[in-house]
T-cell receptor, first 113, second 111 residues
Framework: GAGVSQTPSNKVTEKGKYVELRCDPI?????LYWYRQSLGQGPEFLIYFQGTGAADDSGLPNDRFFAVRPEGSVSTLKIQRTERGDSAVYLCASSLDTLFEQFFGPGTRLTVL | TQLLEQSPQFLSIQEGENLTVYCNSS?????LQWYRQEPGEGPVLLVTVVTGGEVKKLKRLTFQFGDARKDSSLHITAAQPGDTGLYLC???????????FGTGTRLTVIP
């Protein structure tokens, strides 16, 4: 497909477990963003990649959250020792370059029991 | 701390009615964007307003950016059930390369 894809679409895990969420950006897009959207809220910025490097990770809530983009395309958001408060929809977006329109994926709904 | 407050939070109207959604902040933004999000999907960009006082029209949707670039409004004329969704305003975040979203307005248009 031509859009941003995210897998899995839903993830249910137990408190304390480790999870990985994957984002496939639009081909050729150099910028990639992760956001978190809690129920009834707008998305909240987590981290931004330009190419392979994390250019801005100021939105990551704590050191349990980490993201990588080793080849400048696919990105993985990793959450260690999950907590119930981590339950949310995790959205990924990509853009052609910095300051261009961001295109969002459908999100991964994470539920921590 | 940046804050984009949207009002109303929820809006339920009959098909054919007009409505206005507001996005307000105490901060100045160089631009504001409006998105619509449907259940199970990510936000989709509707419009970007850049200049204070700017008005943009997109079919039945009219977007306005306040003169001081602190607020914006979205007006929908003759709402249709297909307009149902979550409307989000967003400005540039603390870094120039991320978006800071408002609290959202959930619109339901009843046939």
């Amino acid at each position: 497909g031509a859009g941003v894809s995210q897998t899995p679409s839903n993830k249910v895990t137990e408190k304390g477990k480790y999870v990985e969420l994957r984002c496939d950006p639009i081909s050729g897009h150099t910028a990639l963003y992760w956001y978190r959207q809690s129920l009834g809220q707008g998305p909240e910025f987590l981290i931004y990649f330009q190419g392979t490097g994390a250019a801005d990770d100021s939105g990551l809530p704590n050191d349990r959250f980490f993201a990588v983009r080793p080849e400048g395309s696919v990105s993985t958001l990793k959450i260690q020792r999950t907590e119930r408060g981590d339950s949310a929809v995790y959205l990924c977006a990509s853009s052609l370059d910095t300051l261009f329109e961001q295109f969002f994926g459908p999100g991964t709904r994470l539920t921590v029991l | 701390t940046q804050l984009l407050e949207q009002s109303p939070q929820f809006l339920s109207i009959q098909e054919g009615e007009n409505l206005t959604v507001y996005c307000n902040s105490s901060s100045v933004f160089s631009s504001l964007q409006w998105y619509r999000q449907e259940p199970g999907e990510g936000p989709v960009l509707l419009v970007t307003v850049v200049t204070g006082g700017e008005v943009k029209k997109l079919k039945r949707l009219t977007f306005q950016f306040g003169d001081a670039r602190k607020d914006s409004s979205l007006h929908i004329t003759a709402a249709q059930p297909g307009d149902t969704g979550l409307y989000l305003c967003a400005g540039e975040g603390t870094g120039a390369n991320n978006l800071f979203f408002g609290t959202g307005t959930r619109l339901t248009v009843i046939p």
